[in-house]
């Protein structure tokens, strides 16, 4: 489980722009979830390899990178793997407004991978696997209030209270257990099919309430007014847990001194079962003024919610077709590792689905709040090629080094969602990955000893910011939102993510 919190310090200049920030909750939701297809990491020796092994050489990972290579074992075998430190440091360069910068880290420790490989003496051309893997497990909170003075409002003279609270909660967990079998149809020649239960739950909620009044009573005098406070809040929540079905099927191809491979994924087989569907939203705006022209802009509080057989929960995954070529470079001295892997494009559809209710009141004054679909989110994906290499040393009788580097590109980073580009989405940092592993297999009576590092380097450039403090306003109609200016393509994002890693294999039997 990872978590991050976020802190501001206090200087009054840093509070006035990052209190405006919470009246838009986008910057923080995709920082919690993944959006790129190979972050996964198994922890053995596929991982120091960075998972260039759909070729062969996937060890107790071959129930996920390619079926046919289960094949490979020549003993029977169990397999536990986990993350010993995992750390990741996030810095968004003007993601608030021009100098205007938000930083943030998570550390944890994840159990990854267990897995129980099985080669029957009776049929040595029949291997069987089942495996459980941690696909994500993520954990991210923020608690954040502030009380400052600021000028925003324009027909009020001197500067305003403002008090913000801001909450947000995101945890989206995808645990995988799996079943693999492979047969030998010649010495060379193997194939090999998987299935995966996948259980998916996601729980979501963030809230925002903004107050802003005048600190002098006089400043209410002076337009001729009671006293009064502007406001700004909105809130939402939606939760799901859904199980689908996964297969793979794959083909091996191995001879002295190479070897070759084929793994299709098909799309999730989804909505087997779905439990604890909720989604609800709230907003509310109240005494906001035009900056222009002064005049009122219409009040408006709008509450709606939906749960279990009114909330339609949907997900889809891509057909995707993996191939890899391994080659010793010297005879069972050093071997080299290569994987490509084309993801097809997901159609943008409706991944959490609920109507509004009947009764869902808005004045048809206020045109810039969205009421059509009011529960709905969307998602979808770009097709995305991956590649992947690695290197395996065999330096001592018993003692081996694996390296690797692939590439993991985000798959909203371009995506077009057509007739859904005015709905909401999860929305926030789009980056692309860059994985660099290594490590080192010690071979003990028969067992394995894995011990590695990762090191992952993520970048996004002028990428629109999350919200422009810089100049803000009381409303900007550009926007549709109170409290702040207009958005510019001037953030750049880096990620850096630290792991060291530890596993063991332990095999027994065999022919």
């Known amino acids: 489980m990872h978590q991050i919190q976020k802190n501001m310090h206090q200087p009054k200049f840093l509070n006035k722009f990052l209190f405006i920030l919470f009246v838009n909750f986008l910057p923080l939701v995709t920082w919690s979830q993944d959006n790129n297809y190979w972050t996964r990491s198994f922890n053995e020796e596929s991982s120091l390899l960075s998972g260039s092994v759909v070729g062969g050489g996937a060890g107790p990972s071959a129930i996920y990178y390619n079926p046919a290579s289960i094949s490979e074992i020549s003993k029977s075998s169990f397999s536990i793997n986990a993350s010993l430190f995992a750390f990741n440091f996030l810095n968004a360069n003007n993601a608030l407004g021009d100098s205007i910068h938000l930083d943030g880290y998570h550390g944890g420790v994840t159990p990854r991978f267990i897995s129980y490989m099985y080669q029957p003496k009776k049929h040595p051309r029949l291997s069987f696997e089942a495996a459980y893997l941690s696909t994500s497990n993520y954990e991210l909170n923020i608690t954040q209030n502030a009380d400052i003075k600021l000028n925003v409002i324009n027909r009020l003279n001197g500067d305003e209270r403002y008090l913000s609270t801001f909450n947000y909660h995101y945890k989206y967990t995808d645990d995988w257990v799996g079943v693999g079998t492979s047969f030998k149809i010649t010495p060379h020649v193997y194939l090999g099919s998987s299935m995966f239960l996948s259980l998916r739950v996601m729980n979501y909620s963030r809230s925002i309430d903004n107050q802003a009044y005048a600190i002098d009573s006089s400043a209410y005098s002076a337009i001729g007014s009671e006293a009064y406070a502007a406001q700004f809040s909105s809130s939402a929540n939606a939760s799901y847990?859904?199980?689908?079905?996964?297969?793979?099927?794959?083909?091996?191809?191995?001879?002295?001194?190479?070897?070759?491979?084929?793994?299709?994924?098909?799309?999730?087989?989804?909505?087997?079962?779905?439990?604890?569907?909720?989604?609800?939203?709230?907003r509310l705006q109240n005494n906001i003024f035009d900056p222009a022209s002064g005049l009122s802009i219409p009040d408006y509080f709008i509450v709606d919610s939906k749960t279990y057989d009114d909330v339609e929960i949907k997900t889809k995954t891509p057909l995707a077709i993996a191939t890899g070529l391994n080659y010793e470079l010297k005879p069972k001295k050093l071997i080299l590792y290569s994987t490509?892997?084309?993801?097809?494009?997901?159609?943008?559809?409706?991944?959490?689905?609920?109507?509004?209710?009947?009764?869902?009141?808005i004045d048809p004054n206020v045109e810039t709040v969205p009421s059509d679909e009011y529960l709905t989110y969307v998602a979808g994906a770009s097709a995305i090629l991956n590649g992947a290499i690695g290197i395996q040393w065999n330096i001592a009788e018993h003692l081996i080094f694996y390296a690797g580097y692939r590439?993991?590109?985000?798959?909203?980073?371009?995506?077009?969602?057509g007739h859904y580009a005015k709905k909401q989405s999860l929305q926030g940092f789009v980056l692309d990955y860059y994985h660099l592993t290594g490590g080192l297999v010690w071979q003990l009576r028969g067992n394995n000893l894995i011990t590695g590092f990762q090191y992952t380097r993520g970048s996004s450039f002028s990428q629109e910011q999350f919200i422009n403090v810089s100049n803000p306003v009381e409303y900007n109609y550009k926007e549709n939102a109170a409290l702040q200016g207009d958005r510019e393509n001037s953030m750049n994002t880096f990620a850096n993510y630290i792991a060291i890693y530890f596993g063991a294999t332990f095999k027994f039997g065999g022919n």
């Open 241 to 282: 847990y859904d199980y689908g079905l996964i297969f793979k099927g794959g083909a091996l191809y191995h001879n002295n001194r190479f070897s070759f491979g084929v793994n299709i994924t098909a799309p999730i087989i989804d909505g087997l079962y779905t439990g604890g569907e909720y989604s609800s939203r709230k």
């Open 340 to 361: 490509f892997e084309y993801f097809f494009k997901v159609k943008p559809y409706k991944s959490i689905q609920a109507n509004e209710s009947n009764f869902l009141l």
């Open 407 to 417: 590439t993991d590109f985000n798959y909203v980073k371009h995506l077009d969602y």
